[in-house]
């Protein structure tokens, strides 16, 4: 019979020592429904699942040492992810599995909701999709008469510090669309929400834009790596 491989291909010799640990941590968490679960331990879970036959719990505790945090593991970039010992395809597939899980369960509560009357849920979609991204990400939310949600769209991809928001692409968009009203959101990478000047000019030239098509422009939110800010909130809009 043939040796267990881990993900990395080489072989796992002391799998038997683990089972005992694999099935504790798995009743706990069917009890416990994960509360009160540390980050390595759900890492584990989660790994668990893509390599049946592994002690992973240096691999979870590694992956925390060079990401931070349990979310910023998920939504680490796959290349770097697939650099550090042990990784391959198949655990890289189960971590980026749990954070589009994660994306989508916020997603799917926003759009059923007015989304001015339920921001916070929102804007928790929107740290959730987009707080841990290595690069700008600008994303539109239209909305009809009713604020709610028509669609929910990533315009731009930029650069650490950028990504452009062009006045004549969002009103078009808006128009096609059929929208009423729309939010205008954005993320900040270096973890710092607040808006820059550039920022602020773009907003109130999209914002003019919009209302000589009576389109009403809610809200612009920046995105940080653990908060988030306004411009309504801040007086800018």
Known sequence: ??????????????APRHIGHRQRLRERFLVTGGEGIPDYELLELLLML????????PL???????????ASVISADREKLQRLPGMGDTTVTALKLAKVAAVRLLQIRAYKRDAVSSWQQLVDYC???????????????????KNMLI????????????APLYVREVA???????????????NHPSGDPTPSEGDIKITRDVQAAL????????????IGREDYRSFRNLGLL
């Open 1 to 14: 019979m043939g040796q267990r491989l881990f993900d990395n291909g080489k072989p796992d010799t002391d």
């Open 50 to 57: 893509a390599v049946p036959r592994r002690d992973v719990k």
């Open 60 to 70: 979870a505790k590694s992956l925390l040492d060079q990401f931070g945090d349990f």
């Open 127 to 145: 740290r959730a999709a987009m707080a841990h991204e290595q690069v700008e990400q600008l994303r539109l939310l239209f909305l009809d008469r």
């Open 151 to 162: 669609a929910d769209e990533v315009q731009q991809r930029g650069t650490v510090d950028h």
């Open 172 to 186: 078009k968009r808006a128009l096609e669309l059929g929208a009423s009203a729309l939010l205008v959101v954005h």
């Open 211 to 222: 209302e000589k098509l009576g389109i009403v422009l809610h809200d612009h939110v920046v």
